[in-house]
């Protein structure tokens, strides 16, 4: 015969299910609250500071206006293409540089570079920008770069976000930086994921190196390593040598591989790394590039550079190979600086023909020199300096037109500089 329990005895063994489920509710909420703690604390760019509102300045110091003024003069160069690959919430376009000397090769290496997911993180932008002029150098390097390689640019990914003035969300109040998979794909993110399926699984030149730039309020410069767990053990090997010969461009620059490791429990899916692992694995080195967000940031030239000259070694293009001799100039030449218009920043390329004393200066619209960038003596080569509009006083110089001098023992040459601040 069949056993029964008792009502009171059924009641308690009741009781006692609802304070198990109750028990284990809560140890699985405290579960739940640790990881999301261990999220925030553990976030790649770092947590938000307090002030940061007080110490921002309007369009965290560069906007959508400064973008499309820069792309004008972007523009200009004939080894760039300039296109919208998307709009964002409100209608703005997030542009495109494509920048190459063949952008319809179906051999050349292929990199994609994005910046500026998080509006705050400015300094994103800045090491790009220094990217971009990097690459349109008249340098050998960028000569020999833009032979054998596509660069495709984005500078600004949230323009909607910098515009409002958020610190990492678009429009909707989202960071599109973990959105990558939500069931409705924000259109910034719609965009982007497009272009990357455009750009790698129809071509025979799929993206190699894929990069998204970012700044860390820990105020170092590292690259967010993907463990083992979440990836494999030889995407890891790969990741190593890439950070690690970054880093050998730019010794004391950036923090060693080691230094932020995610992923440690699996493979998330909300990143654009994630996107990238799950669909391509080792076939691409999808990382996060964090600089420095504060006070203490700069460098953006040495810190491209670097970053420039480790993707080439990591997709095979040895620039060591290439024959200086063969690019030493025939004759003294100032080359028009870039850009122009400029703010803050502006590059000045010059060729040397032979050893010498060499000195470069700026003078005021009526001919007075203003700021003194170069006096000393140099070797012959193609040559290259960078002036951030300040006077020999340390002082920040107005708007306006400005010259720039070259003069060396036998040879004097000038051209038209505009500074808009």
């Not at 259109?187 to 894929?210: G, H, K, M, W």
């Not at 012959?380 to 306006?400: A, E, Q, V, Y």
């Amino acid at each position: 015969m069949p056993k029964f329990i008792p009502i009171d005895r059924k009641l308690i063994a009741h009781k006692m299910l609802i304070q198990k489920h109750i028990y284990y509710s809560f140890l699985y909420s405290l579960f739940l609250t640790n990881i999301f703690s261990q999220s925030i604390s553990e976030h790649k760019c770092g947590q938000l500071p307090d002030d940061l509102q007080i110490n921002r300045t309007l369009n965290w110091g560069y906007g959508y206006d400064d973008l499309l003024s820069d792309l004008n003069i972007w523009a200009q160069s004939p080894y760039v293409i300039v296109d919208s690959i998307g709009a964002t919430v409100e209608n703005r376009a997030i542009w495109e540089l494509t920048i190459s000397d063949n952008p319809s090769s179906s051999t050349y290496k292929r990199v994609y570079i994005h910046a500026r997911t998080h509006p705050g993180e400015e300094e994103s932008f800045w090491v790009t920008d220094e990217i971009i002029n990097f690459l349109l150098s008249d340098t050998p390097d960028a000569a020999y770069i833009r032979s054998h390689c596509i660069f495709h640019i984005v500078p600004m990914y949230n323009p909607d976000g910098v515009e409002l003035e958020y610190p990492r969300e678009n429009a909707n109040g989202i960071d599109i930086e973990s959105g990558w998979d939500d069931a409705v794909l924000q259109p910034e993110v719609a965009a982007l994921q497009n272009r990357f399926i455009d750009l790698s699984f129809v071509i025979q030149n799929p993206i190699e190196v894929a990069l998204n730039m970012h700044s860390a309020y820990t105020c170092k410069r590292y690259f967010v390593y993907h463990h083992e767990v979440g990836t494999s053990e030889n995407f890891t090997v790969l990741e190593q040598d890439f950070i690690s010969g970054v880093q050998a461009y730019y010794p004391g620059g950036f923090e060693d591989w080691d230094y932020f490791v995610s992923w440690a429990g699996g493979t998330p899916d909300q990143y654009p790394e994630s996107w990238w692992w799950l669909n391509y694995g080792e076939n691409v080195m999808a990382l996060t590039y964090e600089d420095m967000n504060c006070d203490q940031a700069g460098n953006y030239n040495l810190t491209a550079n670097a970053i420039v000259r480790g993707v080439c070694d990591y997709i095979g293009l040895n620039l060591s190979e290439i024959e200086t001799e063969t690019f030493l100039p025939e004759r003294y030449v100032l080359h028009q600086n870039y850009p122009n218009p400029f703010n803050p920043s502006t590059r000045i390329d010059y060729d040397l023909p032979q050893d010498g004393f060499v000195k470069i200066s700026v003078l005021d619209i009526i001919g007075r020199e203003v700021s003194t960038i170069l006096d000393t003596e140099q070797t012959s080569g193609l040559k290259s300096i960078t002036w951030s509009g300040i006077d020999d006083r340390g002082k920040m110089l107005p708007s306006g037109v400005y010259i720039c001098l070259l003069r060396t023992n036998d040879h004097v040459s000038t051209r038209k500089m505009i500074l808009l601040r």
